[in-house]
């Protein structure tokens, strides 16, 4: 592993190389290297510092607020905070997710299937697609959604339709596309019509197809350069995440499971209302972000991954036929029980992409899924423990009420939390194997952005005047004389500044 | 059947300023004809947001902005490639270029009404000088309303340079 490039020895005769924003507002990371006199990478460190605040803007407000408000922390994933608020919030009255009515249950898992297909696509195809099938270092100019169209135009309109599809999934349960009221404490405060359900089925087939066309797109792309896609930025890692009774893949609720880097079982089928049993957040004191780690394995070891290629990995199998088919050929590429490229996130994220359409069809055939009794009510409770599979991973919501209802005290984990020492860990490889002694250029900031972003880290939280990757590089002598500098802006461009 | 005029505003209502694209909306809705006008509003814009602009007559961007030279600035947008490849959110005239690529025809006449704001912060409201400029832009979006029409409002974007 790459740990022994967190804090370098001897740092006062080290060259700095920063990784900065030049943004406006919060939402960044920035990426630090350590260099000595041969450019050889001595510290790599990944910052992100767009956290602070959440539970503040939750604290002090009443609780039936917080599936609303929460909607806000996000642009990308509003839905999965809506949720896992209103998992959180069933317990605050009294609901446990046994007790909800069936109807609401599934159109709950309806909306997030159709959340999960649209943050998928829209990662897949127009954030990675342009490194996957142009290459990492091309020419600037190609890595766009824009040149994807161009060259590849039914893969890039295949995008922009599944996206679409996932926002229409999403408007039809909660009446928006966004700042929905779908969930509410207890259950759902809307039925699903029979002509929304229909004009849902209207696509769906086509969807499964297209979702169907994307994982042979990954596959072939990943096993085009097999040895290559996966050695870069690739860790082992302990991998945590929800799953079935019965182990088979869950997005939406079940017990918590961790394996061990070699497949071995560290927690299984864990009520996640005790993730404070198990699950602790270290704090370092160079970043505002915290590292949680799995209290079994100590802070040292005990860190994980979340996120798809987690939840792929740990699942016995998926209960939908064509992503269970996926699924099976992607653990079969690897000769490992467990799959630890970093890049072939991407491919597990594309099996979920099916699993979602395929589950979305199955849903709309459902005949619960029109029903009318969506509330449940039981006794307040003062406190609730929301946890959710949002499309990055594990998500974690946290409150507790005083006797007036207002949230007193909240705790969120992020998945760009959990994932925070992979991301360092990823970071450093590339840094260590593929940067070091290099030139500073454009392609070597994309391909740290390269391995950041095969975690699809929610960085956006939640303006969209930010949640761009906006990074500057300077390379500082032993002296601390400016040497060399690169500035990428936030609309793109790039410049070189002189020394 | 699709409303010939589509007004866009984009922003997070619980991040100060960033507000004002969805607010001057909430503010306009009932004073808008529902025949003719469509209102959306989301977080920010992506992809799929060019599939709004389908079959429409006239388009209205309304956005926060911390470059304006007064309260608000209002302009013709021209389709543009955008150069960020790592963003979750877009510009109007990339997507306004994403439909291009798509439908292979021109983007119908979209315009952008920026409105000057400052703060950005998660929890925050509007600022006071932004409440200032959201009172003037609504003026100018309700005059504009008046007459929906792509040369009429060629000329109001010109007579702002």
């Known amino acids: 592993m790459y740990e022994h490039l967190e804090t370098a020895e001897n740092r006062e005769n080290l060259k700095r190389v920063v990784v900065d924003p030049v943004s406006r507002v919060e939402g960044h990371g920035k990426v630090t290297l350590l260099l000595d006199e041969n450019n050889k990478v001595r510290q790599a460190r990944l910052h992100i510092v767009e956290f602070r605040g959440f539970e503040r803007f939750i604290q002090g407000r009443p609780y039936w607020e917080l599936p609303v408000l929460v909607q806000r922390l996000c642009g990308i994933c509003p839905v999965s905070h809506h949720l896992a608020a209103a998992k959180a919030i069933d317990q605050l009255v009294g609901v446990d997710p046994e007790n909800l009515p069936v109807s609401a249950d599934k159109l709950r898992r309806l909306l997030h299937f159709g959340q999960v297909l649209q943050s998928h696509a829209l990662h897949f195809f127009h954030l990675s697609s342009p490194d996957l099938l142009f290459g990492f270092e091309s020419d600037i100019a190609k890595r766009s959604i824009i040149a994807v169209l161009g060259e590849y135009p039914d893969i890039g309109l295949q995008g922009v339709k599944l996206r679409k599809y996932g926002q229409e999934v999403i408007r039809m349960i909660s009446g928006k596309r966004v700042h929905g009221t779908g969930a509410i404490a207890g259950g759902m405060n809307k039925a699903l019509t029979k002509a929304e359900r229909d004009y849902l089925l209207e696509d769906i087939d086509q969807i499964i197809t297209w979702s169907e066309g994307s994982v042979a797109l990954i596959k072939k792309v990943h096993c085009s350069n097999l040895p290559y896609y996966d050695d870069f930025a690739t860790i082992r890692s302990n991998y945590l995440g929800l799953i079935k009774p019965d182990g088979g893949l869950e997005l939406y609720h079940g017990g918590l499971r961790a394996k061990k880097d070699n497949g071995e079982i560290i927690m299984d089928h864990i009520d996640y209302c005790q993730y404070n049993d198990y699950i602790h957040e270290e704090v370092r004191s160079w970043t505002y972000m915290k590292f949680p780690y799995l209290l079994s394995l100590g802070q040292e070891n005990g860190w994980y991954r979340v996120g798809p290629l987690a939840r792929v990995n740990n699942c016995d199998y998926i209960d939908t036929p064509l992503a269970e088919a996926a699924r099976v050929e992607f653990k079969a590429h690897s000769e490992e029980t467990m799959i630890h490229s970093t890049l072939a996130f991407h491919w597990a994220r594309l099996i979920e992409a099916l699993h979602c359409a395929e589950s979305i069809k199955e849903l709309l055939h459902d005949p619960d899924i029109l029903g009318h009794d969506l509330v449940a009510q039981g006794d307040k409770r003062y406190e609730g423990v929301g946890v959710i599979e949002a499309p990055r991973g594990t998500l974690f919501h946290h409150y507790q009420v005083d006797e007036n209802d207002i949230v007193t005290k909240a705790n969120l984990i992020v998945s760009t939390t959990s994932n925070n020492m992979a991301m360092n860990e990823s970071v450093r490889q590339v840094a260590a194997e593929y940067l070091s002694g290099r030139e500073l250029t454009e392609p070597l900031l994309n391909n740290l952005e390269v391995a950041i972003r095969a975690y699809d880290p929610c960085l956006s939280c939640a303006t969209h005047a930010v949640g761009k990757m906006p990074l500057q590089l300077e390379l500082i002598d032993a002296e601390g004389k400016l040497v060399d500098k690169l500035v990428k802006h936030s609309d793109g461009q790039i410049e070189r500044l002189d020394g | ?161």
């Open chain 2, 1 to 161: 059947m699709v409303k010939p005029v589509l007004l866009f505003g984009y922003g997070n209502l619980s991040r100060g300023d960033d507000a004002l694209g969805p607010l001057l909306l909430e503010f306009l809705e009932d004073t808008v004809n529902p025949d003719k006008i469509e209102i959306l509003t989301d977080f920010q814009l992506q992809i799929e947001h060019a599939l709004d602009l389908e079959n429409r007559e006239l388009v209205l961007f309304i956005d926060a902005s911390v470059s304006c030279a007064g309260a608000f600035d209002f302009a013709l947008l021209e389709p543009a490639r955008d150069k960020s490849y790592t963003t979750h959110a877009m510009s109007p005239a990339a997507v306004l270029d994403v439909y291009q690529s798509i439908k292979k025809q021109t983007p119908p006449p979209c315009f952008l009404l920026s409105i000057k704001g400052e703060k950005f912060e998660l929890g925050e409201g509007l600022s006071a000088n932004a409440q200032q400029h959201l009172a003037q832009a609504c003026r100018f979006t309700g005059n504009l309303l008046n007459t929906p029409d792509s040369s009429a409002w060629r000329r109001q974007a010109k007579s702002l340079l």
